[in-house]
């Protein structure tokens, strides 16, 4: 009588234990595979531009120079080495061997006269003028706007014209 009760509990707990590691293993591998997947799911960006063979001051106290810079479409996407950088780049990348010079990413504001410049704004505006021709007749039509003696001031043209 006591034979198939001891078969039953061993049967149980060789099939619980069998269950129990069929069960550790299939969720282990759903954590290691859910691991993998999130890791590097980054999307490849394609690099526009790239900068080669620079100095480049960074302005992160961990890595305050580089000598390579990656860009996609306007967003500086890797700082690093050349070699790293090099990994990168395609045959539609722009590329810019710096040959050693110092390169600081950022905006750069060339200078501005406030008052000059609000006064530029109002006045003949050059800067995009293809030609000689337009560059006339854009002064032509500026003059009809203003009073007899008035002066045309202005500048912002292309001295090559």
Same mark, same amino acid.
């Given at each position: 009588?006591?034979?198939?009760?001891?078969?039953?509990?061993?049967?149980?707990?060789?099939?619980?234990?069998?269950?129990?590691?069929?069960?550790?293993?299939?969720?282990?591998?759903?954590?290691?595979?859910?691991?993998?997947?999130?890791?590097?799911?980054?999307?490849?960006?394609?690099?526009?531009?790239?900068?080669?063979?620079?100095?480049?001051?960074?302005?992160?106290?961990?890595?305050? +120079?580089?000598?390579?810079?990656?860009?996609?479409?306007?967003?500086?996407?890797?700082?690093?080495?050349?070699?790293?950088?090099?990994?990168?780049?395609?045959?539609?990348?722009?590329?810019?061997?710096?040959?050693?010079?110092?390169?600081?990413?950022?905006?750069?504001?060339? +200078?501005? +006269?406030?008052?000059?410049?609000?006064?530029?704004?109002?006045?003949?505006?050059?800067?995009?003028?293809a030609t000689p021709e337009e560059f006339t007749r854009r002064i032509a039509e500026y003059a009809k706007t203003l009073e007899p003696g008035e002066w045309i001031l202005g500048g912002d043209w292309d001295h090559s014209l």
């Amino acid at each position: 009588m006591y034979f198939p009760f001891i078969l039953f509990q061993i049967r149980k707990i060789a099939v619980g234990k069998y269950c129990m590691k069929l069960t550790i293993g299939f969720f282990t591998g759903i954590v290691v595979l859910l691991n993998c997947i999130s890791c590097n799911v980054q999307e490849e960006q394609p690099v526009t531009l790239a900068i080669i063979n620079a100095n480049i001051w960074t302005a992160d106290e961990k890595q305050p +120079h580089a000598e390579a810079l990656a860009i996609s479409n306007d967003k500086i996407i890797r700082v690093g080495t050349t070699r790293e950088i090099n990994k990168m780049i395609n045959d539609k990348t722009r590329v810019i061997d710096a040959n050693g010079m110092f390169v600081c990413p950022g905006f750069t504001d060339s +200078h501005l +006269h406030l008052l000059d410049g609000g006064f530029h704004l109002s006045s003949v505006q050059l800067r995009d003028a293809a030609t000689p021709e337009e560059f006339t007749r854009r002064i032509a039509e500026y003059a009809k706007t203003l009073e007899p003696g008035e002066w045309i001031l202005g500048g912002d043209w292309d001295h090559s014209l």
